[in-house]
């Protein structure tokens, strides 16, 4: 049987032990170390290659893109465009132009000869109750010989049904030659 003597003081086995368990962890932790900055290099290398990959994509995409804005923008002109074609055709069968004519006329005619109509506007205009739809307005200027000769050329225009709301906006004094007549307006809604 072999036997052997260690003659190293306690202090110095205890040194060479800690320095031995040291050398051992700080292999183990360097080891972590390189593998951690491996996976962190690998996973860098992902990160930029995907990057890379996504600005490319981007830059295909980008007339795509644009193109759809542009459809987008073109679609609501062809909406708006419709909306103004379905209000014109509902007009043309609801009212036609030549009927309302008829109707200003006879009323004026049936007020005693006395109104004159300058304009006849006819025009869309936004519901009150803030729907898409629209009402058209027919809005008249012109001159009356007198306050009542207006006064029965609106009545008129109320009693025809074809419109349903007539208001006369205002009327107004005004001189011709020697003769003092009524200017009047009056809108009618469709």
Not at 101 to 113: I, K, N
Not at 114 to 128: E, H
Not at 157 to 178: C, H, I, P, Q, Y
Request: charged share 25%; hydrophobic share 45%; glycine share 6%.
């Amino acid at each position: 049987m072999k036997a052997s003597i260690n003659l190293m003081t306690p202090a110095s086995r205890r040194r060479s032990a800690i320095r031995g368990g040291v050398r051992t962890w700080i292999k183990i932790y360097l080891a972590a170390a390189v593998a951690m900055a491996t996976a962190w290099a690998i996973s860098w290398f992902d990160c930029s290659q995907a990057a890379a990959t996504r600005a490319e994509l981007e830059q295909h995409y980008t007339p795509i893109k644009e193109l759809k804005t542009s459809s987008q923008n073109t679609k609501g002109q062809i909406d708006v465009l419709r909306e103004r074609e379905q209000t014109a055709l509902a007009l043309a069968v609801k009212r036609p132009t030549t009927a309302l004519v008829t109707v200003v006329s006879a009323a004026a005619r049936d007020s005693g000869g006395g109104v004159y109509v300058k304009n006849f506007d006819l025009r869309q205009s936004a519901s009150m109750s803030g729907e898409a739809s629209s009402q058209a307005v027919l809005q008249l200027r012109g001159l009356g010989q007198d306050d009542a000769a207006v006064a029965k050329f609106v009545e008129n225009l109320r009693g025809g049904e074809v419109f349903t709301k007539v208001e006369l906006k205002s009327t107004m004094a005004k001189r011709m030659n020697d003769t003092v007549v009524r200017e009047f307006h009056v809108e009618c809604m469709l």
